[in-house]
């Protein structure tokens, strides 16, 4: 799924921000587990923060230009603990 996730700092209008945010929502709740392949910090924060929220894993991979990390957030329903968020620790 190709979608532009609103961005703390970044002016967008208002429609543009509730129809991607409606669209990101739709796509997190079903799932078990999300998998976000981005380039920017800006653009994990609310994907990862949704996936908190629904107590959804998330498999972050971040790019950088000579570097890659992978992430994981939160955890499922049949986890004992939770693992932490990149923006909270």
């Known amino acids: 799924v190709t979608l532009s ?3 703390p700092g970044h002016i967008e ?7 991607s945010v409606n669209a990101l929502d739709q796509l997190m709740q ?14 994990r924060w609310l994907p990862t923060l949704m996936a908190a929220t629904y107590g959804k894993t998330m498999i972050n ?3 950088g230009l000579d570097s ?6 939160g955890g499922g329903l049949l ?10 620790n």
């Not at 079903?30 to 653009?43: G, I």
């Not at 890659?68 to 957030?73: D, I, K, S, T």
């Open 61 to 63: 991979a971040a790019l």
């Open 5 to 7: 996730i609103p961005m």
């Open 79 to 88: 986890e004992r603990r939770r693992f932490g968020c990149y923006f909270c």
């Open 30 to 43: 079903p799932c078990d587990v999300a998998f976000l392949l981005t380039d920017t910090r800006e653009s």
């Open 68 to 73: 890659w990390l992978v992430m994981r957030h």
């Open 13 to 19: 209008t208002r429609e543009a921000i509730e129809t």
